[in-house]
């Protein structure tokens, strides 16, 4: 669906009382390898007026920071001709000094960095337990994975799940208001979205097509036992070039950790697509959505498949229009 045969429609809401319709470029990056969502808008040079309390207000020879400031909520929605659609929401982190004026912003995680430092010992907890523990107030989906027992020293909320992330494997990330965590092999793909190669995949898209044995893997998994004394290994795959060493979730028995060990190994070595889609403003996908690709130039259908979108960049400007661009990962089926 190309872009220039329609108008693109911006709102830009900062604190709940200042609104702008007019953007030079708008960046908002997600990523399930990243625990923040982020936003950069370029305001345009010419920047005069807004609406404040659904009154006209210029902003002619005036200093943005008079307006706009650090820790300011910020709603972006944008779409084609005033069908406006809520593309992010979080606060600004940061308002450039610059002309013309840069606008930086992170989501819910902003208030995670800012968080009370946590000082608390758990002889034993599981994933779920620690996520409704450490960031009150906000609905969680997790696993109940066991995690052991953990020391936290002086930590912001955000440090907790950077630790998860390095420690564990685990990953988190904010979607529709809900925090949510685990494995990526175990994060619940959400809703599909269509994409087929004749009607809405970009010529600009670096998708391509590999082999399950132009994949091969060797991997060593351990499970660290209560005590951190004994653990449990299992190893699976092709030994040669592509070996690495996991760490799964504690306390797992050897045939739990085969399940889990056999899971990871399929995610990532398969028949299918690798690389990224482009596509327009539609279908709005997300991190943790399904992108169902069909591929009408092999009829036989073995191209077609389903694959966990893992990032999603979408980008606004004159050159590209709206721009999505999803990031593949494992292929789900």
Known sequence: ???LYFNISIRITIANQLEFYTAHSIKIESSIEKLSDTAEIELPREFKNALRKSESVSLEQKRLLDYIKPGDQIKVEFGYDDDLRTEFEGYITEVGAEIPTVLKCE?????????KLINKTFPAIKLKQLLQTIAPGYEVDAPDMNLGKM???QATPYRVLERLKSDYGIRAFFKDGKLVAGMTVDIRPAEIHQFNFERNIRKSSDLVYRTKESRQLYIKAESMQKGGKKKVTYNFGTPGESEISLHAPINLNRAELKTW???YWASKVFDGFEGSIDGWCDPKTSIGSTAE??????????????????????EVNATAGIKRQNKLSFKIK
């Open 1 to 3: 669906m190309p872009w």
């Open 293 to 314: 690709i069909t591929d009408p130039n092999y009829p036989d259908g073995h191209r077609n498949g389903q694959y966990f979108i893992e990032g999603v960049t979408v």
């Open 261 to 263: 060990c056999e899971k």
């Open 151 to 153: 020391t936290i020293e």
């Open 107 to 115: 989501d819910e995680m902003y208030k995670l960095k800012k968080g």
